[in-house]
């Protein structure tokens, strides 16, 4: 009977160490179980906020791309303005040049030289003309009945007159160099659209 007793004390002490073991399985397991989970969830937290540093940067790097290609876009384009526009005024200087080489020598016409004596409205002045203009001014200026005198008109006006009032307050330009350069401001855009049509 003793070892009955003794033998189920044994057991009891077995059972219980199976017991001990058992629970102490379970709660590694659980352990275990809870570390991966705290791990797994540290480790998501830790890719998202690497992944959201990352998005931030790539939307950071493709702003500053958007901006030099928008930058470079917007430079060649004015660079490509510039030049046309400067291409297009020679061809406008081009053209008024040619002009201006066909006005030299040319002869005055009456009605230029009236428009001129009719806008001064003086009585003693000094027509300014080129050589080959001396004899039609000195004619056109006794029929106007005023008092004058003819001096040369400087080449680079290219023909036609300039009347001044003998004191000099009172001026008319109506030199081909004077028209030539009203009509460009005045005409210049509709020049361009003629020619660049």
């Known amino acids: 009977m003793q070892e009955t007793a003794e033998d189920n004390q044994k057991q009891d002490i077995k059972r219980m160490v199976t017991f001990i073991h058992h629970e102490a399985k379970e709660k590694a397991k659980e352990i275990k179980t809870q570390a991966m989970e705290d791990y797994n969830t540290e480790k998501a937290k830790t890719i998202l906020k690497e992944k959201d540093a990352i998005e931030k940067a790539f939307r950071k790097q493709e702003r500053k791309i958007i901006l030099k290609k928008v930058k470079s876009i917007s430079d060649i384009k004015n660079q490509h303005r510039i030049e046309y526009l400067n291409y297009k005024e020679n061809i406008v200087e081009t053209f008024l040049s040619k002009v201006r080489q066909s006005l ?18 003086e009585k003693n002045l000094v027509f300014y003309v080129l050589d080959q203009d001396k004899e039609n001014a000195r004619l056109w200026g006794k029929d106007a009945k005023v008092n004058f005198k003819i001096e040369k008109l400087d080449d680079k006006f290219l023909g036609g007159i300039i009347i001044k009032s003998e004191d000099g307050r009172t001026t008319c330009d109506n030199s081909y160099l004077a028209r030539l350069n009203s009509i460009k401001e005045r005409y210049l855009f509709k020049i361009a659209n003629v020619i660049f049509r």
């Open 104 to 121: 030299k020598n040319k002869k005055l016409v009456k009605s230029v030289f009236l428009d001129c004596l009719n806008s001064i409205g």
